[in-house]
């Protein structure tokens, strides 16, 4: 077997032959990560570049050099109005964006591709490279996901289908519940939605108007509901990646779902990877994404990146969603090898350019470093503009996170943007200043406190989940 770095480099050249000499168009995204996935390409020998950006968003800009741009704001009440109205701008482009694209590529030999999470499947009539199929889109839906579970053997938390009529709803809350409350799970009617922007926690004190705002969020946008008991612990989600060959199944990644008192809204702030759930936690995840992805396969002729998301509870994990996609928590791919264009590694696994990469390879490269070194933060979408980025060095004094003074060794970077939402709040933790092991939760929620002190965000009070597995 190859050492990783080979595999790694064998990864990049993969990469590099498919895309050297080649102009390419990033469309679908903000401009400040579509400068940073324009910086990686470049790398690869490719551009010239246009970014067709739905907004300018949090992060470093790309410069003139790097590439041309195209700016058309999308203004968004939460992900996924954001998501779903830029799926309709790239079906229905306006003049300008039209003019740029055509003088950008007059022969249409440019590589397009949008982020891969999605569904766009052209620009100006040259097709996406990688785009997600329609039918492995509409397999992301929380009201049906259960079958494929059950058809592979992976237990699961109980639950019922009901109709979005509060009636309905709280009759099988009243049925499911088994004291800590019940999780509510819109449909994709309208297509895939994600970040809880669906999910409503019901607790067993929870008041008639946190139930009619439920009930309200489903309105009009979904036709069922999935009802199941709320499971107390920390989320956490599994990749697989299905290859040519196999599926490769790696490691846990939490997501950062905190609580707002009294609050039916689960606010995902984040993902990483320094929590460490028990071993056979961690087995039981490994062994479901490997038959998941396996169906996916055989079923749906499914190629690339899903994610398998669920709970680390009392009687250990239990999966609440399956989605066929990239995942934000993948991410920690990207920190380990900055010289692998990770979305486009699985863009070229969707269109069978990627024969050659074995899914021991993928498993080979990613689970010794990932356990190693660890990646990630929290974030969360505001309310409150603001014009550009900023950013402070920020450390920790005891459960609080403070500014650090100059000759203080920070633990991370707060750092706060523009977002189509309005504004946007990022912590990135320095992984050699974090603990292994224990969930991240209660740092974020430090770091989202500071931001409300620093910049009057408007986030408010948070609570992490808590850890009744026990494992630390």
């Known amino acids: ?17 498919l895309i050297e000499g ?7 995204t903000l401009l400040a990560p579509g400068g940073a996935w324009v910086r990686g390409l470049r790398e690869l020998g490719a551009g010239p570049f246009l970014i067709v950006a ?20 999308v203004a968004a009440q939460d992900t996924i109005d954001e998501f779903r109205q830029v799926e309709r701008l790239m079906a229905d482009l306006p003049p300008e964006i039209v003019e740029a694209v055509e003088r950008f590529d007059p ?42 579970f059950d058809a592979v053997g992976v237990r699961r938390p ?43 926690w019901i607790r067993p004190d929870a008041d008639p ?24 612990g920390i989320p956490c989600s599994i990749h697989g990646i299905v290859c040519t060959d196999g599926v490769a199944a790696l490691r846990p990644v939490e997501m950062v779902n905190l609580r707002a008192p009294g609050a039916s809204q689960l606010h995902y702030a984040g993902a990483a990877t320094f929590f460490d759930p ?19 396969a055989e079923e749906h002729g499914f190629r690339g990146t899903f994610t398998v998301d669920g709970i680390v509870g009392a009687d250990g994990w239990v999966p609440t969603e399956l989605n066929p996609r990239f995942g934000a928590g993948i991410g920690y791919f990207g920190a380990q090898y900055p010289s692998v264009p990770v979305p486009l590694v699985h863009q070229m696994l969707v ?19 990932a356990d190693d070194v660890r990646w990630g933060g929290g974030w969360s979408m505001i309310r409150k503009a603001f014009g550009e980025t900023e950013s402070v060095r920020v450390r920790f004094d005891g459960a609080r996170m403070v500014v650090a003074g100059e000759d203080e060794i920070s633990d991370g970077e707060l750092l706060r943007g523009p977002n189509a939402i309005g504004g946007y709040v990022r912590v990135n933790f320095h992984p050699e200043r974090m603990e292994k092991g224990p969930s991240i939760a209660p740092k974020v929620v430090a770091a989202l406190a500071l931001a409300d002190e620093l910049w009057d965000a408007g986030i408010g009070p948070l609570e992490p989940p808590r850890d009744v597995r026990g494992a630390f």
């Open 54 to 73: 739905t907004g300018i968003g949090t992060g470093q800009l790309p410069s003139e050099d790097e590439a041309a741009w195209v700016v058309h704001e």
């Open 22 to 28: 080649r102009k390419v168009i990033v469309a679908g």
């Open 351 to 369: 269109e069978g350019d990627a024969s050659e990469l074995r899914a021991a390879d993928v498993e080979a490269l990613l689970l010794p470093a």
């Open 209 to 232: 108007t946190a139930i009619d705002e439920a009930v309200a969020r489903f309105d009009g946008q979904c036709d069922h509901v999935r009802v199941a008991p709320f499971v107390e």
């Open 107 to 148: 022969d249409r030999s440019a590589l397009v591709v949008f982020p891969p999470f999605s569904s766009s499947r052209e620009l100006c009539g040259r097709a996406a490279y990688g785009a997600r199929r329609p039918e492995w889109v509409a397999i992301e839906d929380k009201t049906t996901c259960d079958a494929l």
């Open 158 to 200: 109980p639950n019922e289908i009901v109709a979005v009529e509060r009636d309905a709803q709280l009759a099988a809350a009243a049925r499911l519940d088994q004291g800590a409350g019940t999780v509510w799970s819109g449909d994709a009617r309208d297509g895939f939605n994600g970040g809880g922007v669906f999910v409503r």
């Open 1 to 17: 077997m190859e050492d990783r770095h080979a595999i790694a480099a064998r990864c990049t050249d993969m990469a590099r032959r």
């Open 278 to 296: 028990p071993a056979e936690d961690r087995d039981e995840m490994r062994e479901a994404v490997r038959r998941l992805g396996t169906l996916l």
